[in-house]
């Protein structure tokens, strides 16, 4: 039995509702023992942690004794990639394997060995995603099945939505992907799916950890930051508390910039015999480069002949900010067939930037023309609360997983005053920074950017089992929304939206094996059709106009075999229609807007995690992406702006277990995206790229504290790549190599 968990890699997050296991575990199957960093007798500790008499009868085990010997258990699964989902993202603690959606996990040792940057670094593991525009590397951006988009509701933390630009931080745990339409659990949303961010939780017993971690690119680019992580027991009560924190201060890789951030998130848990009540914060400050990137030459269509390290604005373009997340979370166990849970979250973002932006080059004399913007004063925040019942119903001898409940969101967008003034040229072949200050002059029509939402919504959905091993599932959700939208000063109002909307789900479930099922679901997804900008000819986006609705059919095989490797093979056809389009009526010679466009997405994808064998352990994933635009007066027959036909990624992991006097892991592998248009006209062609990535850890002991001494390196190969593109002037570029050493103290 393993029981000194102060060693364990990755501590369990197995606090809930689920009755905690007794301290008598098993261990997980091994050829060889433990490293000696890793484990000792558990009856050591027990007779350390309780004195008694040795003939006195064994004490019932504590809570905090249990969760410690829960979390051991898990410590071999975890660093075999073993993926575990959330309850919160499908709303159920259902296995994937009894579900009808495609659900993919970037499991918490995945984020620990490869050290991601941000979301979109991420989810290169998972297949079918892209990166979309990210704001000048200030957004999450990530496109699912050809939909999404910055800013478009669908990252969520514990199941329920951010409007933070970044949502990665030291405060999460794992990552989740709901593929395809999740309108039924989500409310408004795009085709593409949902990302859930899971938060670290407090634990039942002490433990934490201190991390250092130096880095450094290329021409003496170089940063540090530090992580502090603690959690335990607060009295013997069930009560326990979390602190994380983390502090960054780097260089940009590029020729100017630097990125520094803070972030504090303290949390509360209390885990009752049937409740589990978790209350969590996390305040963030921010200053990052705002860089669009470099350009592609019209003629050519190739990146400027420049290196890569050039930037094309100057050194005071950034973007400094807070964020602040709160959230809070009670379940409560009716019964044994019944649970009730209830959510609360808020999160708000204030930002400023200085936006020095690209208005057009000439390749061939190097002059750049620039519009000095900016935006001051833009806040988003979002207040959500769901609540539902989950339990089994018995209707002539069938059982039937029952999920009923509510939401509501209220959420604003805002930009106060928007920066607008011209600036001299610049020519970016001998480029002289410094010459300008940041933009003042503001633009009262472009000013008082207002976005607001507010959605309300009731949801059933029922998993009816004829037999073991097959299961019909049906759901609907009713919502009813209002959007207003629009700019300037005075304000006008360019969308002004109220509608409702039956929302249906429905699918299958055939169970081949405990090990493998089939499954085929039909979902649907709803987005209102809005713009703050003006339309021509003064048109107000009403309830006139038809919302955007997605739909979707998918069928797939799961598999989950021997609790070690997992994955899901996956087919679908996505339609998306009632887009925007104009086109000019040539009777009155003014451009008309209409909801007649569509668009297509059709794909395969496969998805695999886990451990191979007790040494290997991989994560990998393949998809084909065939997303067109299929009716529209100037764009049908195009491929959808930032979509591969093609991703894929394989990264694995060799254990050496005990060869070594400590534990000595060994990682790497590489994400490969195909081209993909930079536009929605197709005008030109981001050219296709392979990033490696390699890793190293080794855990020993420093006198009596377990201590893991972790190197990596991104871009192994220093690719020179372009992950995606607002326009041919705005072209985002991929990180350069960069090397990172850090020291993991754990006690």
């Given amino acids: 039995m393993l029981a000194d968990v102060s060693s364990a890699v990755a501590p369990a997050s197995a606090q809930s509702s689920v009755p905690l296991p007794p301290v008598t575990v098993e261990q997980p199957t091994q050829k060889r023992k433990p490293a000696p960093s890793s484990a000792k007798p558990a009856q050591r500790t027990q007779a350390a942690a309780r004195p008694r008499s040795r003939n006195a009868q064994p004490a019932p085990p504590t809570a905090s004794e249990r969760a410690a010997a829960s979390a051991a258990a898990l410590n071999e699964a975890k660093l075999g990639y073993r993926a575990m989902p959330s309850s919160t993202t499908l709303r159920s603690g259902a296995s994937p394997l009894d579900t009808a959606q495609t659900v993919n996990v970037v499991p918490e040792q995945v984020l620990r060995d490869q050290l991601p940057r941000n979301l979109d670094d991420a989810l290169a593991n998972v297949s079918g995603v892209t990166q979309g525009n990210t704001l000048a590397g200030t957004q999450d951006a990530v496109m699912r099945r050809g939909f999404g988009d910055n800013r478009d509701g669908s990252i969520m933390r514990n199941g329920m939505p951010l409007v933070q630009g970044r949502s990665l931080n030291a405060a999460v745990e794992s990552v989740e992907v709901l593929k395809g339409p999740a309108s039924l659990l989500y409310g408004i949303m795009d085709p593409g799916g949902i990302v859930n961010t899971i938060s670290k939780r407090p634990e039942l017993y002490r433990h934490g950890s201190v991390t250092l971690l130096g880095s450094t690119y290329a021409n003496n680019k170089s940063g540090a930051d530090g992580t502090i992580d603690i959690t335990g027991p607060i009295g013997n009560g069930g009560l326990a508390y979390r602190f994380i924190g983390y502090g960054v201060s780097e260089d940009y890789w590029r020729n100017f910039g630097r990125h520094r951030e803070m972030l504090v998130a303290p949390s509360l848990a209390w885990y009752g015999d049937n409740t589990t009540v978790q209350l969590n914060y996390e305040h963030r400050e921010f200053i990052a480069p705002f860089d669009r990137g470099t350009a592609f030459d019209a003629v050519t269509q190739a990146p400027l002949a420049i290196p890569a390290t050039r930037r094309l604005d100057e050194p005071f373009n ?112 001998n480029p002289v920074y410094g010459l300008i ?41 009713y919502m009813d929304y209002d959007q207003i939208a629009g700019r300037g000063r005075p304000f006008i109002t360019n969308t002004n939206v109220s509608a409702d909307k039956a929302l249906p789900l429905g699918g299958a479930i055939l169970k081949l094996t405990d090990q493998v099922s089939l499954y085929a679901s039909y979902t649907q997804s709803l987005k209102p059709t809005s713009t703050i900008a003006p339309l021509t ?28 490797i997992s994955g899901t093979l996956a087919l679908y056809d996505i339609e998306k229609k009632n887009v925007l389009v104009s086109q000019l009526n040539p009777a009155t010679a003014i451009v008309e807007y209409r909801t007649a466009g569509k668009v ?72 490969y995206v195909g081209d993909r248009p930079g536009d929605a006209a197709n005008s030109f062609v981001l050219p296709a790229y392979t990033v490696a990535d390699v890793f190293a850890t080794y855990e020993t002991k420093v006198q009596t504290f377990p201590v893991i001494y972790q190197f990596n390196v991104k871009n192994l190969f220093d690719t020179v790549y372009y992950p995606s593109a607002n326009n041919i002037l705005t072209v985002a570029m991929g990180d350069a190599r960069r090397f990172s050493l850090s020291a993991t103290v754990k006690f």
């Fill in 537 to 564: 000819g003064g048109v107000v986006i009403g309830s006139n106009i038809a919302p955007e609705e997605g739909t979707q059919w998918e069928t797939g095989v799961k598999f989950d075999f021997n609790k070690r």
């Fill in 318 to 429: 950034n973007m400094w900010g807070t964020s602040d997340l709160m959230q809070a979370s009670v379940e409560h166990r009716l019964n044994q067939d019944w649970k009730l849970f209830a959510a609360y979250s808020y999160n708000t973002e204030t930002f400023s930037a200085n936006q020095l932006r690209i208005t057009g080059i000439n390749s061939k004399t190097g002059v750049e023309t620039r519009s000095n913007d900016g935006t001051q004063g833009s806040l988003s925040n979002s207040s959500y609360g769901t609540s539902y019942l989950q339990g089994n119903v018995w209707l002539g001898g069938f059982r039937n997983e029952v999920l009923f409940g509510g939401d509501g969101q209220y959420r604003t967008i805002y930009r106060d005053n928007l920066i607008r003034q011209a600036t001299p040229s610049f020519n970016f072949y």
């Fill in 600 to 671: 297509r997405s059709r794909g395969v994808e496969l998805d695999v995690t886990g451990r191979l064998t007790d040494s290997w352990s991989m994560i990998g994933s393949y998809g084909y992406t065939d997303a067109r635009v299929t009716e529209d007066p100037t764009l049908a027959g195009n491929a959808l702006q930032n979509v591969a036909l093609n991703t894929a990624s394989l990264y694995l992991v060799y254990d050496f277990g005990t060869t070594l006097p400590g534990r000595l892991r060994l990682g790497g592998g590489a994400r």
């Fill in 437 to 477: 200050t940041p933009g003042t002059t503001v633009s009262a029509s472009d000013s008082a950017q207002t976005d607001k939402l507010g959605q309300w919504s009731l949801f059933f959905q029922d998993t009816l089992h004829l037999t073991e091993r097959f299961a019909l599932v049906g759901g609907v959700r």
